[in-house]
């Protein structure tokens, strides 16, 4: 507030990375529920929402010249579809809500509708922590073929929020990775709505924990009939964590 009166702006937006740890904020923060949570992955919201409570802000009056709002975005990986902080503030006085990452998410029902999507099955696969994933689960991804059968391989595993969809701005003839040069593999990331997911988990249950190297386990395990090696590994956020496990456990 000081520093928004002493600039003379008026908005300011703060934005939290996607790893909250709770024990560090367990005042501060409005969490949503009493219970402990000691790691939470999901304490986000997309840019279209943001945006959104910044228009919302201009067009309402507030009682007073300096407020702040906490917003978060329900998702794909809770089963409950509820934002992990409470967001009721800026509900009731924006009448913000978001619009991406409900239950299923629109963007995980897309990419499930991909009559090209391959999907592998990665039922009785034993996690890092010693769970293992239930009858059912599976690994899906989509592969974009190079007209060349001797071209290089390129893994790029989606990131926390994305599905193979969002990455298609930069995959194609003439892109950055061009598929007239490169066949490129996109696995979707557990818990992305796409691949077993807290979404589409059901009765079975989604694991309290999957890391990373569970992911590129996973890949491993699917891919292993396209590829022997990759000759990149290319991703951003947690997709350039999962590049840098394939290279660290290659």
């Known amino acids: 507030a000081m520093y928004a009166r002493a600039t003379g702006v008026e908005f300011v937006a703060l934005r939290f990375t996607n790893i909250v740890k709770r024990e560090l904020y367990p005042q501060t923060l409005p969490w949503r529920d009493a219970g402990l949570v000691p790691l939470v992955m999901g304490a986000w919201c997309h840019e279209d929402d943001v945006v959104d409570a910044h228009v919302r802000a201009l067009e309402c009056r507030l009682d007073e010249s300096f407020e702040a709002f906490l917003i978060a975005a329900p998702s794909s990986r809770f089963e409950d579809a509820s934002p992990i902080f409470d967001c009721s503030k800026a509900e009731r006085a924006l009448g913000w809500r978001p619009r991406c990452w409900t239950r299923g ?86 818990g992305n709505g796409v691949s077993f997911s807290p979404s589409n988990a ?49």
């Open 105 to 190: 998410s629109e963007a995980a029902r897309a990419a499930l509708r991909d009559p090209e999507l391959r999907v592998c099955d990665i039922g009785g696969f034993r996690l890092e922590s010693g769970e293992v994933l239930p009858t059912g689960a599976s690994l899906a991804y989509k592969v974009y073929a190079s007209d060349r059968r001797d071209a290089p391989v390129v893994v790029h595993p989606t990131s926390f929020g994305a599905t193979h969809l969002d990455l298609e701005y930069r995959i194609g003839p003439g892109k950055t990775l061009d598929t007239t040069r490169y066949t490129v593999v996109v696995p979707n990331m557990l």
């Open 202 to 250: 059901g009765s079975a249950g989604y694991p309290d924990l999957v890391s990373v190297a569970d992911n590129v386990g996973l890949q491993r395990l699917a891919l292993g009939p396209l590829l022997s090696r990759p000759t990149l590994l290319f991703g951003y956020s947690m997709g350039a964590m999962q590049a840098w496990e394939w290279a660290r456990s290659a």
